[in-house]
């Protein structure tokens, strides 16, 4: 049996416990050593993530590199790892985000102003960010490699406690003199929010291992009980599959965010940093859409069915609804904020669509919307740190001052919008081509969510970065060496996974027919199928 699953999910935790006992220090070099720790575990664990996707092979079984250990035998609970293809693909997405989001929080934890009384106000301790930034590591990248639905649950739910932390205890400076409250604020509405959601979750796992166990399986294994659906050894009635659907969907669904249950995230990532917001994002949020394709289509098929059509509607009102408040934004982190949501509603619409095309860009869009946002929220919050403002009106100009800051925010806009040639077109193409196939209607308005999201990318980049230099932007510096190693890997990956997405779908694209195959749905044949002549030649 393999423990390399175990060692992935083990470094960043251990690496957050001895970034959290070094010795606390207000000087330079104290920090600088901490920072260095934290980040060279980092390092470590996407090598180690970087070794589970390259050994993960397409062709063979669904879930490689299985481990598993007792935990509580008497409820049948253990500690089960296993990969697929998509969760191989998140976990290395959310061990490449990680180092990124370190350099660019680098100063982040740092003393504040000195005060007129000579004391350092908004005094943190670095120990525990870089600390809490290890614990969300580890704690996501159990979720993509759990197979144990108790497990799962366990780490789903503790992610919350350290990204509380990084919320309220770290927000962003530039949020003016009510930052303090408004962070608090902003910590409290996202622990509350996917508390509830996690409550929700504890009911419907509860009830399905009581189910389970009354006919004779009581276990929490996922490959398990996905198998004895399938088969039909484990038969749940149609109200309770669609009240343990529900459950689950409505715990995915908070933290995703889908509309209407998504109102936590423009507060959490204006009031977190740029880091931070990052992690919400990019990595945290994408456990809610992952775990869809997981345990609500292979536990739930018949379920997931006869709910689609409405999760699709709900999907597209995200679409068009956070597309157009990002354009009324006037708060540039409010506004990836909301161009986020839109974002997650294509990737739900693109689970529930029911077909290979859909999921499988629904996966790369998972992947996709983490490089795009990560980049286009760095770099914003590279201009707010120099600005000390996140209105939109206080910019202008900066192309003239900082042409290689402008450059890559435009790269992240255009990311943003879905411009052929880079990463997120290929996945928004493949949704939309999936969901046309089964639900034109549906497929045609989503398309609308592309021409708002051209309106507010562009009118973003127009209104900060051209025009005549604004006051307080005269002088601000291009970017430094530490940011552009930062920036750099993000805007290269997202060019070359925009013209050779390949890599991803080779690894995807067995996990997701295999996703389709528990549900127990195909591909809708054409509507005019292409006819062939006595001679082999099509007509």
């Known amino acids: 049996m393999s423990v390399l699953l175990t060692v992935t999910c083990a470094v960043p935790a251990a690496g957050a416990v001895l970034t959290a006992a070094l010795p606390a220090g207000s000087t330079a070099a104290r920090r600088r050593a901490t920072k260095a720790v934290a980040l060279g575990v980092s390092a470590v664990t996407l090598v180690l993530a970087a070794v589970v996707a390259t050994r993960f092979d397409p062709h063979g079984a669904r879930y490689q590199l299985t481990e598993s250990y007792s935990w509580i035998r008497s409820f049948g609970i253990t500690f089960s790892l296993g ?6 693909v998140l976990a290395l997405l959310t ?54 639905v108790f497990l799962f649950y ?80 484990l038969q749940l009635t149609g109200t309770a599959e669609k009240a343990l659907f529900l459950g689950f969907f409505f715990a995915f669904a908070v ?13 959490a990532m204006g009031e977190a940093t740029a880091g931070t917001a990052v992690l919400i994002t990019a990595v945290v949020d994408k456990v809610g859409t992952f775990a869809m394709l997981r345990f609500c289509l292979g536990l739930f098929p018949h379920a997931s069915k006869t709910f689609a059509p409405a999760i699709l509607v709900l999907s597209l009102i995200g679409i068009v609804y956070g597309a157009l408040l990002a354009i009324g934004q006037k708060d540039i982190k409010r506004l990836v904020a909301y161009a986020s949501i839109s974002h997650f509603g294509f990737i739900i619409m693109g689970i529930f669509a029911l077909t ?28 707010i740190s120099r600005r000390g403002s996140r209105l939109i009106a206080d910019y202008g100009g900066v192309q003239k001052v900082a042409p290689v800051l402008a450059g890559t925010f435009l790269i992240g806009s255009l990311a943003t919008l879905s411009l052929p040639g880079l990463a997120p077109f290929v996945s928004e193409f493949l949704v939309l081509v999936g969901t046309f196939t089964r639900y034109p209607a549906i497929g045609i308005v989503a398309t609308f969510g592309i021409v708002l999201a051209a309106l507010y990318a562009l009118l ?14 005269h002088a601000m510096p291009d970017l430094k060496a530490r940011e552009l190693a930062v920036v750099a890997p993000l805007v290269a990956l997202t060019i070359l996974l925009g013209v050779y997405p390949k890599p991803l779908t080779d690894l995807v694209n067995p996990s997701v027919n295999a996703t389709l195959s528990q549900v127990h749905e195909t591909d809708p044949a054409p509507a005019h199928p292409v006819a062939a002549t006595s001679g082999g030649e099509q007509k």
């Open 154 to 233: 366990v780490f789903f739910e503790a992610m919350l406690i350290p990204m509380y932390f990084l919320i309220g205890g770290f927000g962003d400076r530039a949020g003016g003199p009510e930052s303090a409250r408004q962070r608090s604020y902003a910590a409290v509405k996202f622990l509350l929010y996917n508390l509830l959601g996690g409550l929700v979750m504890l009911a419907a796992v509860v009830g399905l291992y009581v189910v389970a166990q009354d006919q004779g399986l009581g276990t929490f294994d996922l490959p398990t009980l996905a198998s004895a659906v399938a088969d039909g050894k």
């Open 460 to 473: 973003l980049y127009q209104r900060t970065m051209t025009g005549p230099v604004k006051e307080g932007v």
């Open 255 to 267: 933290k995703a965010p889908l509309w209407p249950l998504h109102t936590w995230l423009p507060n």
């Open 83 to 88: 990969v697929d293809g998509i969760g191989a």
């Open 356 to 383: 290979s095309q859909g999921q499988s860009g629904a996966t790369l869009y998972m992947v996709n919307h983490g490089l795009s946002t990560a980049a286009w929220m760095l770099v914003a919050g590279f201009l």
């Open 95 to 148: 061990a490449v985000l990680v180092p990124m989001v370190m350099l660019a929080s680098w100063h982040d934890a740092d003393p504040g102003p000195a005060a007129p009384d000579g004391t350092f106000e908004n005094r943190r301790r670095t120990q525990a960010f870089f600390a809490l930034i290890l614990a969300v590591e580890a704690m996501v990248i159990v979720s993509f490699y759990a197979t144990d």
